[in-house]
C-alpha cells in the first residue's frame, strides 16, 4: 500500500454530518479505488508518521513514508 501511495495516491476519509470518520478510500495516481486499505492499517501508518494530510485535504505519504517504503523491481 505504502508503494502505491509512493507513486502518487492519497486517501481520503469519508465523514459523517457529525464530523466523526465513517470510512475510507484509497485511490492510486490514476484516480482507481483501491481496496487494501483498511481501518487497522490507516491508523498503524499514522501512528508511524507515514502518512499526513495537509488543512484538510485527503492524507499522502510522508518523508518518512517513503523511507518506510522498500524498493520492488516492477515499482514503476
Known sequence: MLHALAQGGRIALIR????KTTGLEMFNRDGWLMSDCTMLLFKKLKARKAIKS???QPYRIT?????LVRSEYDNR
Request: glycine share 24%; charged share 25%.
Open 63 to 67: 518523508k518518512r513514508g517513503l523511507e
Open 16 to 19: 459523517n454530518q457529525a464530523g
Open 54 to 56: 495537509c488543512n484538510g
